[in-house]
């Protein structure tokens, strides 16, 4: 089964999408609750760092010439919470919308067969719109509500 291509598409409207919404957002919007214990900057944090997770996965893929998998403890968003808190909200926003562009330009140039070895793995490291929109629509509708 081949990876189907249209991924490109749906993270670029994804990533579109977050470029558009902290295009808007203010430093008070950003600091908005997002959750019990995320504001809207760490969820874009958040973004940012499982989209580098994912550029690593591809870095160590082209080192070894093969996909290389790098298991990560679920517990990672917990002990990264402070981390992400620490940085500037705008900081939090540039950062999200960088890493998603790079990711999506890698992904958008990878071979075929290295499309689908990473597919194999996961959907969700080629197709990062099921992530980022997941967490965009929670920012949205922590924003309507004052």
Do not use: C
């Not at 082209?62 to 900081?91: F, G």
């Not at 689908?116 to 629509?137: F, G, K, P, T, V």
């Amino acid at each position: 089964m081949s990876t189907d291509p249209t991924f490109i598409e749906r993270n670029r409207a994804a990533t579109d999408r977050l470029r558009a919404l902290t295009a808007t957002l203010t430093d008070a919007e950003l600091q908005r609750p997002v959750g019990e214990h995320w504001t809207a900057a760490i969820a874009l944090v958040h973004l940012a760092f499982w989209d580098r997770r994912v550029l690593a996965l591809l870095d160590a893929a082209d080192a070894a010439d093969e996909v290389v998998d790098m298991p990560i403890d679920l517990a990672v968003n917990d002990i990264s919470l402070p981390l992400w808190a620490a940085i500037p909200p705008r900081a939090a926003a540039e950062l999200a919308v960088a890493s998603a562009e790079a990711l999506d330009y890698r992904l958008a140039m990878l071979a075929p067969a290295r499309l689908e070895q990473l597919r194999a793995r996961s959907e969700r490291w080629i197709d990062r719109s099921l992530h980022r929109h997941a967490h965009l629509d929670e920012i949205e509708a922590a924003l309507k509500t004052l």
